[in-house]
């Protein structure tokens, strides 16, 4: 059984940086493709950043790319979101996903990932 446990969200300023943890649990860590993707108060879950299984390939949302950086420690095992330079459209509540046969590199598409975390809240003051 695979679980996940995102950390780190809070409240900040805009301008401000916050640094997303996943945790995650589950011995075949190091070949999954890992993903993050928020979601906010009535709109739909929406891809953030991706990361395959060896760390060498990311991608992001056009919104966030030369502000968010995704990165894996396949040794802990954990993923990260470094989020800087925040704005107040980045409020969301964060999901770390996992994907345990990604059909490519990076997966974008949420319906393709197998597990996910109960994601963590993320709130961006003008």
């Known amino acids: 059984q695979v679980q996940l446990v995102e950390s780190g969200g809070g409240l900040v300023q805009a301008g401000g940086s916050l640094r997303l943890s996943c945790a995650v649990s589950?011995?075949?860590?190091?070949?999954?493709?890992m993903g993050w993707f928020r979601q906010s108060p009535g709109k739909e879950r929406e891809f953030v950043a991706a990361?395959?299984?060896?760390?060498?390939?990311?991608d992001y949302a056009h919104s966030v790319k030369g502000r968010f950086t995704i990165s894996r420690d396949n040794a802990k095992p954990m993923v990260y979101l470094q989020m800087n330079s925040l704005k107040p459209e980045d409020t969301a509540v964060y999901y770390c996903a996992a994907d345990r046969n990604p059909p490519s590199n990076v997966v974008v598409t949420a319906t393709m990932y197998d597990y996910w975390g109960p994601g963590t809240q993320v709130t961006v003051s003008s």
């Open positions: 990361i395959s299984w060896s760390g060498s390939v990311t």
């Open positions: 589950g011995h075949t860590f190091r070949s999954y493709a």
